[in-house]
């Protein structure tokens, strides 16, 4: 069965910090691996990840696909108040469009 | 990305009766899904909403208890029935506007008492 594993589940920095997330996952003709933020109610979309070893970046936040390991990490640089949320990673499952979530990440970053 | 509203954006419900939550995306889509995140928890798929057919549920979810309409590409609801206090959560539509990219609508936060 698909499934996808995050760590750390939580995560406790300061303002300024560098933060890594992990995520590895198994999946059966493996497609893509989205990223996601979700800090109320709504995920809301950071990237998707085809190719391994192509970092897409956007602002302080920039993530990588290893394909082989299978992994993808997501960096998050001088971290802010604003970057506490929960970051979830997914991917489409073999053999239709559905996604398999992970438990997600809890990041807080204090003052 | 697409503009995916929903309503309503929270509710507060009986135990044993039913809610209607819509979904409306501002293009039309082909594929929209309905996903479940219960407290403390990740999402968990649903349903795939599909246009002019049934919808698709995954193991776990059934017609009967979460009844989905998606009568064209820009709209579908989602129906929770007989609820119960399990039931609250916070329920998410999402459509995939490129190939495997989905975004969410802003949820529905339910509580059954």
């Known amino acids: 069965e698909d499934k996808v594993v995050q760590s750390p589940l939580s995560l406790v920095v300061h303002e300024g910090d560098t933060v890594t997330l992990n995520c590895s996952y198994e999946v059966t003709n493996f497609r893509s691996l989205l990223w996601y933020k979700q800090e109320k109610k709504a995920p809301t979309f950071l990237f998707m990840l085809t190719s391994s070893g192509i970092e897409k970046k956007s602002g302080r936040l920039s993530s990588i696909l290893d394909k082989k390991e299978p992994f993808s990490i997501l960096n998050i640089t001088a971290t802010q108040t604003g970057d506490s949320a929960i970051y979830l990673c997914a991917a489409p499952q073999a053999n239709n469009n559905d996604m398999r979530f992970g438990a997600g990440t809890r990041l807080t970053v204090k003052p | 990305s697409a503009v995916i509203s929903q309503k309503p954006s929270r509710d507060i419900c009986q135990r044993g009766t039913s809610l209607t939550i819509q979904c409306q995306v501002d293009s039309q889509v082909t594929m929209m899904f309905w996903y479940r995140q219960q407290p403390g928890q990740s999402l968990t798929l649903i349903a795939t909403?599909?246009?002019?057919?049934?919808?698709?549920?995954e193991s776990g979810f059934v017609i009967d208890k979460f009844p989905i309409s998606r009568p064209n590409l820009t709209f579908s609801t989602l129906t929770v029935s007989n609820m119960s206090p399990e039931d609250s959560s916070i329920y998410l539509c999402?459509?995939?506007?490129?190939?495997?990219?989905?975004?969410f609508g802003p949820g529905t936060r339910l509580t059954v008492l």
């Open positions: 999402s459509v995939e506007v490129f190939y495997n990219e989905q975004f």
């Open positions: 909403a599909n246009q002019g057919s049934e919808a698709t549920y």
